[in-house]
């Protein structure tokens, strides 16, 4: 019987009569008419023992299919695979489609949109992947944040021109009159129109200093490891600036003394809440601290006249002041909010009954 030399299978020399007399019995069969393929075939043999005699054989041949023949005859399964693959890739691509590429084109539209000040917050769409609403969700907050600053500055522009012309324009006039009527004028009105003059050139370099300190407060970096012992500085205005007719109090915890601030911008805030009860008559300004959730809630107050409540809304603007006839800049509130803002700490006017009470928030700083 021809047979592959790679298909026969070797077998352990113990066993070899016995497989050899399976053989032979095998090749009877074919020679009695059982032909063997001429290709390559896996063939299995297996003797029928009958009383420890070899009284037959079970041979069992298997020849490999042609690849072209197999593929025709799967022809059906392999193409309802190829189509099952087609239909699981068109499934997958409008999910990827409705879930990130729309949502990216829409996002980038709206950017482009933003960028010409006239663009809208896209609504976040809920089919969208949950990265992709995170995505959203920050994109939200910076155009609101842009908004809010666009705002802030264009109405910034607008106070600063106004509060820079009206010195300017005095200077001016003072300087036309006494180019043209000098020789006119007595020793003392030339005095007055100079003084005058002086006064409001005072008042713009005064304008520029706070106007670089506010720059300076809006671009202040967050220090997280910063600290900065409140206590150590309510002492040193304390005695910096109590006196017969003005005392500073406070009040503070000693867990709760020392924050996360520089002390330079923490000295210059409560500088400020010090200076504007004085200029607005009070006697008195107490500083109370207490533990809010994880920050420290410093609470304000002095026994001034207060702010009346027309005023109340507008305290924090730039160069909104009551005090402007002595000699009040009114960026004296918005430093100090920015100065806190740097340090994530906030400041809000609270409702009183009597004198102006503020409420300050600062992060605790834990070593």
Do not use: W
């Not at 008042?203 to 150590?232: C, E, K």
């Not at 001034?304 to 000699?327: L, Q, V, W």
Request: with cysteine; glycine share 8%; charged share 25%.
């Amino acid at each position: 019987m021809p047979r592959c030399p790679k298909c026969v299978r070797r077998f352990p020399a113990s066993r070899a009569p016995f497989f050899e007399g399976t053989l032979t019995i095998a090749r009877s069969i074919a020679s009695n008419g059982y032909r063997a393929p001429p290709r390559c075939a896996v063939d299995h043999a297996r003797p029928i023992v009958v009383k420890g005699h070899v009284v037959g054989v079970l041979l069992l041949s298997r020849s490999a299919r042609s690849l072209f023949k197999g593929l025709y005859e799967d022809r059906g399964k392999i193409l309802i695979g190829i189509f099952g693959i087609l239909a699981i890739l068109i499934v997958l691509s409008g999910v990827l489609s409705r879930g990130i590429v729309r949502p990216i084109e829409a996002l980038g539209r709206a950017t482009r949109s933003l960028a010409t000040g006239r663009g809208t917050i896209p609504e976040t769409p809920q089919t969208a992947a949950v990265e992709i609403q995170g995505l959203y969700a920050d994109f939200g907050r910076m155009a609101t944040a842009i908004d809010r600053r666009s705002r802030y500055l264009r109405d910034f522009a607008h106070a600063m021109s106004h509060e820079f012309k009206t010195p300017l324009t005095g200077i001016r006039g003072a300087l036309e009159i006494l180019s043209d009527h000098a020789d006119e004028m007595s020793a003392e009105e030339r005095r007055r129109f100079l003084n005058n003059a002086d006064a409001d050139a005072a008042r713009l370099s005064l304008l520029v200093s706070r106007l670089l300190d506010l720059a300076r407060a809006d671009m202040s970096p967050v220090d997280p490891n910063v600290a900065t012992n409140l206590r150590a500085v309510l002492d040193r205005l304390a005695d910096a600036h109590s006196d017969d007719s003005f005392r500073v109090l406070f009040d503070l915890p000693d867990d709760l003394c020392t924050v996360v601030i520089p002390e330079a911008s923490l000295d210059a805030v409560l500088s400020t809440f010090i200076g504007n009860s004085r200029q607005a008559g009070a006697s008195m300004i107490r500083f109370e601290a207490t533990n809010v959730q994880g920050n420290l809630a410093l609470r304000i107050s002095d026994n001034g006249p207060g702010i009346p409540a027309a005023d109340r809304e507008r305290i924090f603007e730039p160069f909104f002041t009551t005090h402007r006839a002595i000699g009040g800049s009114g960026l004296g509130l918005a430093i100090a909010r920015s100065l806190l803002g740097a340090s994530e700490g906030e400041v809000s006017l609270a409702v009183s009954e009597t004198g102006a009470v503020f409420e300050v928030k600062l992060p605790i700083f834990l070593a």
